[in-house]
Every structure is written in C-alpha cells, then in structure tokens.
C-alpha cells in the first residue's frame, strides 16, 4: 500500500520495539500490541495487515490508514546467466535507488546490502563513487533490503554484508540499529557473526564499534600495502592513514577477540606486485586476520584487472603467510552486481 509523498505517515519496517509500542499507544491501543505488530513484521515476516489476526480489527484498519510497512519498492531485478547472483533495484520513497545483490554458494546464501545512495568516500575504482553522495538511508531502508530479498529468494538467508553501495561507518547509527534489527532475538534472530559491516577505514567508527562491543563481524579494505598506494586510489586515506588503521584494527581484534577480515581488491599496475604480497603479509602478520583478495571487477573506467598469471604469483607469496588467505572471484560481474560495479540514476 503506498500512500501520496506528500503526506506524513509512519513506515512500520526499521522501528524498534519501543518504536512500535508508542506506535500502538499512540493509536489508542495498549503497548503490547506494538510488541506483536514487532513480532509479525520481524519474527513472522508478514507485511500484510489483515492477516495480523491477534490485532483487533479496528487496530488493524487504524495501522492500514496511518501507516506503510515498507519503505522500499522493487523496480527491477536482474539474473547472471547461472541463476546463482541476482542483483534488485529498490526505489526509495523519495524516488531516490539504491542496490541490492543477493549470492547463493552451496549452502551459503548472502545478500549484499547498501547503506547510502551514492558515497562520499570516492575510491577510484568504485563505480559507486561516480555518483557522489545523494543520501544516507535509515534503519528501515536498510533492513527492508533483508525482508524484501528474503521474499524472493528460493533459499533461507544465511548471511547479510552491509558491502554495498555506501561507507557503512559514515551511517552509523541507522547502520547498527539496522544490525541490531537483524539480530534481535524476537525478530529475525540472525548470529551476529553472520552479520559483516565493512569499512574503507573510517577509523573514529572503528574505535567506537569496538568500544560499544558490538558482536559483528568487521571488515576493512585496504586495497594497498603502504599509505602512497591507497593513496592513489582511496583519497579518505589522507585524512584515515594506514598506519593508524592498521592500529584501529589491532585494537578492535583483541579488544573484541574476534578476527578482522582484510579485504584487498587487486588492481593491475596498482597493488598486484609480489613487493605487495610481501609487504601485507609483514604487515598484517601480528593482527588476528583473515585476507580476502578481491580480483578488480572492470567498470569501464582507467582500472583493470591483473592477468590471470599476475593473480596467481601474488597468491603464491602469501603462501605461507600466518593468516588465512582466501580469493573472492565476484559473481554477477556480467550483471554489474560485483564488487565495486553498484551504481544507479538517482532523482
């Protein structure tokens, strides 16, 4: 149901508990049935008012008059040519779009989600970036993705990476209530440590997730062994340099203890050398860490991807590193839904 924009109404998904019942009392009602509007959204996963039957009906009409249940609309979706990777445009209720990519492997199905339409960290590479910042997007934005694409999916959701369009840590406070959401006991009751946030470094965030001991898993993309480098590339580097990164990370790793996932996108003429190998495996060798190497997904601009030979000697090098060492070869890159490749019209 989705009523005119320029009118005020209560969008129900990304309200918290507390949210709802004051959502309830405000209608008339007692606090608790703001408790089972939660528990029907959240827990049951049901958008349809009428079929909520443990509210009165006169709750339920006063809720169909006043409120919408989802901030987002689907506009489209499209598949990779193994049905494995598919990636869904939302409109916002502004007009505003954003991406969303949902990946099945095995028994693993992830949904890449975005905290932002567009980004102002401006990585070079990043097709996302070509945008410019539009908009953060709130809680139930961000968590509508997950109700949504669970919906569509053929298989339970079993991991969620807030990886998409955005830096996560710029939206911090919608990002982790979001998070809270999707892990709240009563409602979707994810694991925590199947819930990834990544970052290009903003490192006051990371100080303050860590100091809030918040249970998610952490993810930072280095994209390059020393501060020229990602330089280069990531201008937020200026102002967040690795040095002092690489500190926020150690911290966040022992202080939480749990392992930091470095991500590192290999870029040809960039990053890619055996001198890079050698130097993040130096470097990253006293944190407790996991290294994702992400080969460059082409998005038509000066980057491009190492040959297949350039990949496999960097890999080589980090061999015998003392800390896991995994390859992420991006799936949908034909349907730009890789990493890097989210980009959308706005307005």
């Known amino acids: 149901m989705n009523h005119p924009r320029n009118l005020e109404y209560q969008v129900l998904v990304g309200q918290s508990k507390t949210q709802l019942e004051l959502f309830a009392e405000s209608l008339g009602e007692q606090s608790y049935r703001g408790r089972q509007l939660f528990d029907w959204l959240y827990h049951q996963k049901n958008d349809i008012i009428d079929e909520m039957t443990d509210l009165p009906a006169l709750f339920r009409e006063q809720v169909k008059k006043s409120a919408i249940v989802h901030p987002l609309v689907q506009v489209t979706q499209s598949d990779s040519g193994s049905k494995q990777t598919k990636k869904f445009l939302f409109q916002l209720q502004d007009g505003n779009q954003i991406e969303s990519v949902l990946m099945k492997?095995?028994?693993?199905?992830?949904?890449?989600?975005?905290?932002?339409?567009?980004?102002?960290?401006?990585?070079?590479?990043?097709?996302?970036?070509?945008?410019?910042?539009?908009?953060?997007?709130?809680?139930?934005?961000?968590?509508?993705?997950?109700?949504?694409?669970?919906?569509?999916?053929?298989?339970?959701?079993?991991?969620?990476?807030?990886?998409?369009?955005?830096?996560?840590?710029?939206?911090?406070?919608?990002?982790?209530?979001?998070?809270?959401?999707?892990?709240?006991?009563?409602?979707?009751?994810?694991?925590?440590?199947?819930?990834?946030?990544?970052?290009?470094?903003?490192?006051?965030?990371?100080?303050?997730?860590t100091a809030e001991a918040h249970k998610y898993k952490l993810a930072i993309s280095l994209n390059g062994s020393t501060q020229e480098q990602r330089l280069k590339t990531m201008p937020i580097s200026a102002a967040q340099p690795l040095e002092e990164l690489l500190a926020a990370a150690t911290c966040y790793s022992r202080e939480n203890k749990t392992r930091v996932t470095f991500e590192y996108v290999l870029i040809k003429d960039i990053n890619e050398k055996i001198e890079d190998a050698r130097r993040l495996q130096e470097m990253l060798s006293p944190i407790n860490c996991k290294l994702n190497v992400i080969p460059y997904n082409e998005t038509g601009g000066v980057y491009a991807r190492p040959d297949d030979e350039k990949i496999q000697t960097f890999l080589s090098a980090l061999k015998k590193a003392p800390f896991p060492v995994t390859v992420r070869w991006s799936k949908g890159v034909g349907i730009d839904a890789g990493c890097g490749q989210l980009a959308t019209k706005t307005g």
Do not use: W
């Open 105 to 209: 492997e095995k028994d693993r199905t992830t949904i890449c989600i975005s905290t932002q339409v567009g980004c102002a960290v401006n990585c070079d590479f990043c097709a996302t970036a070509a945008m410019g910042f539009i908009q953060n997007l709130s809680a139930g934005e961000i968590v509508d993705q997950f109700l949504l694409l669970k919906k569509l999916s053929f298989s339970p959701i079993t991991n969620v990476v807030f990886m998409g369009m955005g830096e996560p840590l710029l939206n911090y406070k919608n990002v982790i209530a979001a998070a809270d959401l999707l892990h709240d006991p009563d409602g979707i009751n994810m694991g925590a440590k199947r819930i990834t946030i990544s970052t290009a470094g903003i490192i006051p965030k990371i100080k303050q997730f």
